[in-house]
């Protein structure tokens, strides 16, 4: 398996208005802090505060216990950007509240924007069901830490 570094991961992005992605980042190091849900409000808030923006449009994501995923549809920013001001802010937030200091996330971010020939509802499915799939619950609604446009 080939050895991406951060710098290998960011060679060839390229933000395409109107196209939808598909978008991970890391919590560093993975520690598992959101565990406690009431911390992922934070990021959620963020989320929502890119969607109104209307640089994006948020089409489901998930906040798993050490990672991000996000699919959007994006309108009037590049992936980097977004991705940088939603991390930014929510480790400031996230910070404040638990009285840590330094970074919260990994650096970097994974990126894949969907081909035009595939199913953005099937993607979302796939983003929501990864609590069910790393058995944290046993029904998606027991899990407070996602959301879809089409729910």
């Given amino acids: 398996m080939p050895n991406y570094t951060s710098k290998s991961l960011r060679f060839g992005r390229y933000s395409e208005p109107g196209r939808p992605y598909l ?3 890391v919590v560093l190091a ?16 963020e989320l929502r505060r890119a969607q109104a923006s209307g640089r994006v ?3 489901a994501w998930v906040l798993m216990p050490d990672h991000l995923h996000w699919l959007i549809e994006l309108h009037s920013s590049s992936l980097a950007n977004v991705i940088r001001e939603v991390k930014s802010r929510s480790a400031r937030s996230f910070n404040r509240h638990t009285g840590r200091t330094g970074p919260l996330w990994q650096t970097s971010f994974h990126d894949r924007a969907l081909r035009r020939e595939e199913s953005v509802v099937a993607a979302a499915r796939y983003v929501v069901a990864n609590p069910l799939r790393a058995g944290l619950v046993k029904r998606l609604g027991d899990y407070p830490l996602w959301d879809a446009v089409w729910v």
């Fill in 57 to 59: 449009t948020s089409l």
């Fill in 30 to 45: 993975r520690q598992p802090v959101f565990l406690d849900w009431s911390l992922g409000r934070h990021v959620v808030t």
């Fill in 23 to 25: 978008l991970t980042t």
